[in-house]
């Protein structure tokens, strides 16, 4: 990326609606629905807009998910656990100042709460098994796609608030204008969960109650420049700063009423504060960035016809993390990490050449390379044994394409296509590593990608549009990937695929909409989507990735007064399939499934004005 935030493969530009100086605007919309073998879900959003005078506006923002779930907690006994329920809300305030002049005001807020889930992710059934006092079940089966469940003596869930500030001043100049932003910006999390499977613990009545707490501070400041002249240079200026401080804690405690368990050779009532004892972990942890950017880009333009354009971006990251406490009974191979020194400070440069020509005003072809990264940073023990805090480096990677865009029929028709070249250096790989029981990352080597994508969207008529999308990619290891060890092991050869890439992926869209009365009209629309395959891990240790399909449609109605009603099926044909396969517990003994969501039949409802 050039301005704002840095990245490796590009963000997500959210830009939102600003407030309408005027007219009042307004609307709200409502749905239910109901997942197959799973419960009943309820969303409801709604805005308005308000002129406050010629060059003063408020816009506000209010929305409420209340999503259902399908998976079954077995050990509670509660069904359709992995709900999520979003409550937010946005305020935006634009005042003109002058005809030169505007000042935004922007306000977010939002909370959510996920339920379900055993740290692998809240979508995540696991094998079945029978619990047992002591050892490993002896009747452990696959993971249940007709009845997903997983079983933890709680209902685990996670609890996250998210919270920002904004304030953006555009001035304009006769050849430049000028762009001011600040924010603040608040995250925290609750995330509580049994652990007691990565300990060897089957019973039912042990819970290994795993408390992990976060909360971010972030505050943020940008001024960019931009070219206004009609000349056939055009520039960018900017200067990016962010400053995040992070704080996160973790305890663990057994509580159990078996008086015969023994944890690692230690007796359970003596790793938990509630029994006399002390807790299992009891961490501190500090996690803070600071990145200081400056950034530019110049575009010639030849002729009416083609553009060249340059960028360049130098940025100075700082990172610093550190262990503050570790008081748990089995943190004494974290007691060394306490107070050492894993600050990293790096000047990184990024780089973007652009070359475009218009053909006509129907064919635009281009061509991009550009660079990006992802900063390093440090593995710490785990706690079962001692290791030295051991470093991992950035990654980063080159980007080459070339593509087309065009339009025909009177623009009825547009069809775009890329191709494109990946050079990724010093990948970072993270993994759960089942000695130290902590997860580790590590740079594993490099990587190239090739791939293609297409879209085509045709206006066959005034009421029918199709569209479709094809992607192709081919991920591989560009070197051999090994164990580091001496001798070494080749976990994964040169030319290997990428895990969890697929090589093919394709959308269809069909959209009709047509006139019932001189009020009334017919919306309807359908889709189908498909991913291919994908390898579930470089070293064979996960399962493929079976091909993914589904189909989507809805039909409805919309009257001129602003009112809407329709119908929608998600998932129409009950596809149920895992995106993710892992082991899971002690000795990888269970396996856990990340998986999409059964069918969803759903009413809503909206109105306009």
Known sequence: TLYGQSSMGGVMRYITNKPDFDAVL??????????????????????????????????????NHDSAGFIDNLGTGTADVNTEEVTGGRLALRWGISDRSELNLLYLNQSSSLGGGQANGFQAPTSTYTPVLNGVPSDIGPPDLENPSFRSNIDPFKDQDFEVLNLKLDINFDNFDLSVMGATKQRESDFQWDASLWLGIFDDVTTTFDIQRRKFETNTFEARLVSTGDGPVEWIAGVWYEN?????????????????????????????????????????????????AFYGEVGYRFTDKAKVTLGYRRSNLKLDSGVLRADGRFEGPRTPAIGVDESTDEDINTYKIHYEYRANDDILVYALASSGYRSGGFNRSGISQVSEASAYGTDTLWNYEVGVRTSWLDNRLTANAVAYYIDWSDIQLRSFDDVTLTNKTQNVGDAEIFGLETEIRYQVTDNLLLSANYGYTDASLAEDYTDGKTPATVLGADGDRLPRSSKDTFSLFVDWQSSLTSSLDLLGNANYIYMGSRIGSLTGSSPDIPRLESVNVSIGIKHDNGVSLSLFANNLLDERKQSLDNGHGAGSVLRVLNVNSPREFGLRAGYQF
Request: hydrophobic share 35%.
């Open 26 to 63: 307004g609307g709200i919309d409502v749905s239910t629905s109901n997942i197959a073998d799973g419960g009943t879900g309820y969303e409801g959003h709604g805005y308005v807009n308000i002129p406050l005078s010629d060059n003063l506006a408020v816009r506000a923002l209010f929305y």
């Open 244 to 292: 995040e401080e992070g704080d996160l804690v973790d305890t663990i405690e057994i509580l159990t009423p078996r008086t015969d368990l023994v944890v690692f050779g230690v007796p359970s009532a003596d790793l938990s504060p509630s029994t006399g004892g002390n807790f299992f972990r009891d961490s501190a942890e500090f996690d803070d960035s600071e990145e200081l």
